[in-house]
């Protein structure tokens, strides 16, 4: 307790003694450290707002003297009440006012004014900072900006209260960029979307020059219409023209001419083998030919920047379905030996007509195989298809048995050699 109040306590209690009907002002309680913020302040201004009562006529005047003395006895207490009321500006979002307040501490104020802070928003000095007469203490509300800068999103919080102070906050370059919503726009406490495409510069390559571009377009459709580049119908570019165009990037403009061909291809058959116990080892006949199929191609032709591109298949369609080949393969083994020939130079007989070649064919296309058979021989002698198909021991032995039917005269030039 302060040596004035103690005083003041002091001169009430003497009065009180002398004349019970002596009215003296309460003394003003001392201040409790627990009482939550505010309330020495509150207690100080209900004090201020209390005044000692008065009498009337003789009682009064009999009472003057010892109020007098009591008023001069409080005087150091009031002056020390007085030097804690303070005179402070406070802004709040922008909007200043002057005020007097008995807080200690910025805390204090803001709740006595009915301030809430919350997490994103700005307090200077800090909450906790004491006050002193003549302090200024600004409070910036927070905000939500759903920021997106070239093409890319963001949440972000600033206590700017316009589009042009929350770009600078945030660091933005706005120089030539286009904004959503003009930057003079006020935000308010909910907060508001921004877009933001600042300037950049692109280069294209087409037509066999290079343009660069200073843009802030969304797209590169939109970069190439400033561009002045404009694609034809079958033309492309490198990037896809819906991408965003990014600073620095250098993108090729493809020229393209296209055309469709339609060409009829064959489709090969396939081939089925039948194994025939009548048929020799080795001899193979065709039982049914195959044929092949028919199929309808379109294809599309491109030329990108005058270079012709590889044809590409964009449809079929088959006309004709192919005939599967049927080959009889024979099982049968094959004599080695025949009576009557058996002992003869077959393989000089083979030199000298075909010049030991089991496939050989004479020019005419009559006769072939070793021995030189026609057709008509080949068959009467029990052969397959054509003797220039069949094995060479196939060949040997069906010409032995034409040696047994008719000599060395099958072989006019060349017989003879059968008996060296």
């Known amino acids: 307790m302060s040596n004035s109040q103690g005083s003041h306590r002091a001169a009430v209690r003497g009065r009180r003694a002398a004349d019970p009907s002596v009215t003296v002002p309460a003394p003003m309680a001392p201040p409790d450290d627990d009482a939550p913020r505010g309330g020495r302040a509150e207690a100080r201004r209900a004090a201020r707002r209390r005044t000692p009562g008065t009498g009337t006529g003789g009682e009064g005047l009999r009472r003057l003297v010892p109020q007098a003395l009591v008023v001069a006895v409080l005087a150091g207490g009031t002056s020390a009440f007085i030097a804690d009321d303070k005179a402070v500006r406070l802004s709040v979002d922008g909007v200043p006012r002057t005020m007097h307040t008995f807080a200690d501490d910025v805390s204090e104020l803001l709740a006595e004014e009915g301030v809430a802070i919350g997490d994103h928003d700005l307090v200077a000095p800090a909450p906790g900072a004491a006050l002193a007469s003549g302090d200024a203490v600004v409070v910036r509300y927070g905000r939500p900006v759903e920021l997106t800068l070239d093409g890319e999103s963001r949440r972000l919080w600033t206590t700017a209260r316009t589009v042009d102070e929350a770009l600078r906050e945030l660091g933005v370059r706005a120089e030539g960029a286009h904004l959503s919503v003009s930057r003079s726009s006020a935000i308010s406490r909910e907060g508001l979307a921004l877009d933001v495409r600042t300037e950049r510069a692109v280069t294209f390559l087409a037509?066999?020059?290079?343009?660069?571009?200073?843009?802030?377009?969304?797209?590169?459709?939109?970069?190439?219409e400033q561009a002045g580049i404009t694609l034809g119908a079958q033309d492309t570019t490198s990037v896809p023209p819906t991408a965003f165009p990014r600073d620095g990037q250098t993108i090729t403009v493809m020229r393209i001419t296209g055309s469709r061909e339609i060409r009829e291809e064959a489709v090969p058959y396939?081939?089925?083998?039948?194994?025939?116990?009548?048929?020799?080892?080795?001899?193979?006949?065709?039982?049914?030919?195959?044929?092949?199929g028919l199929r309808r191609v379109t294809y599309e032709l491109r030329t990108v920047d005058g270079v012709r591109q590889k044809p590409r298949r964009t449809h079929e369609e088959t006309v004709r379905e192919p005939v599967t080949q049927i080959v009889k393969v024979g099982t049968r083994p094959m004599p080695t030996s025949v009576e009557g020939a058996d002992g003869l130079d077959w393989n000089a007989l083979a030199q000298c007509e075909s010049g030991g070649r089991p496939d050989a064919v004479d020019p005419s296309g009559t006769y072939g195989?070793?021995?030189?058979?026609?057709?008509?021989?080949?068959r009467a002698l029990g052969g397959s298809g054509r003797a220039q198909d069949a094995p060479a021991s196939e060949q040997t032995y069906r010409a032995k048995k034409l040696y047994v039917q008719r000599g060395a005269s099958p072989w006019p030039h060349c017989g003879r050699r059968l008996y060296r």
């Open 270 to 292: 396939e081939v089925e083998r039948i194994e025939d116990p009548d048929l020799f080892k080795g001899t193979e006949v065709v039982d049914r030919p195959g044929r092949q």
């Open 207 to 224: 037509d066999g020059r290079e343009r660069t571009v200073r843009t802030n377009a969304a797209t590169v459709a939109e970069a190439l």
């Open 369 to 378: 195989g070793l021995y030189q058979f026609d057709p008509g021989t080949w």
